[in-house]
């Protein structure tokens, strides 16, 4: 199919859909850490993973729309990068969490934040592994999902024609 015929794949869109509402609740913990005062040394790596995740977003809604089988090859090695980016980011809000927890000296409000953001990364990577797992099954999103089964519309595969050699005519001697 041309780049403008191609229909956007409906598990893709929903996916995404969720996807950017998780950002959402992962972007909007973080900046209420950063109106917490917290220092924007500690926060730097967090906001790296909210805006790499925010492009990543955009180029995969750009690629459901448009991409080739290379642009959508090339997105399923951001999200597995970008996904690695979160889970150190998701691992560090849970260790700040369980600091806050062992400490009185931290408000509630910052530990608030820290659940947001540690629930924004949390549904941030469901997500992307979801959708890492549906582009491996349909090869990058360029088949339709079949496990094992052919489509409706498919004809069958022809079946291998067999060979036979002739056998030489056997010689009469009389």
């Known amino acids: 199919m041309g780049a403008m015929g191609r229909k ?6 929903i996916l995404l859909i969720l996807e950017f509402i998780s950002w959402l609740v992962f972007m909007a913990g973080t900046a209420a850490l950063d109106s917490e005062g917290v220092s924007a040394s500690s926060l730097a790596y967090t906001w790296l ?5 925010f492009f ?11 991409g080739s089988a290379n642009a959508n090859r090339l997105r399923t090695y951001l999200m597995l990068m970008i996904t690695v980016v979160i889970m150190q980011v998701a ?28 629930a924004g990364t949390i549904l941030t990577l469901i997500f992307n592994w979801m959708l890492i797992i549906y582009w491996g099954l349909t090869e ?22 067999k060979t036979v050699e002739a056998m030489p005519p056997a010689v009469q001697t009389v």
């Open 8 to 13: 956007l794949d409906i598990i893709t869109l």
């Open 49 to 53: 993973g909210v805006w790499l995740q």
């Open 56 to 66: 990543l977003l955009v180029f995969v809604g750009l690629t459901a729309c448009i």
């Open 91 to 118: 691992n560090d809000a849970n260790v700040q969490l369980d600091a806050a927890d062992n400490t009185r000296l931290v408000s509630g409000d910052i530990k608030t934040d820290l659940r947001a953001v540690l």
């Open 140 to 161: 990058h999103s360029t088949q339709a999902l079949s496990l094992g089964r052919s489509a409706a519309g498919e004809p069958a595969a022809p079946e291998p024609t």
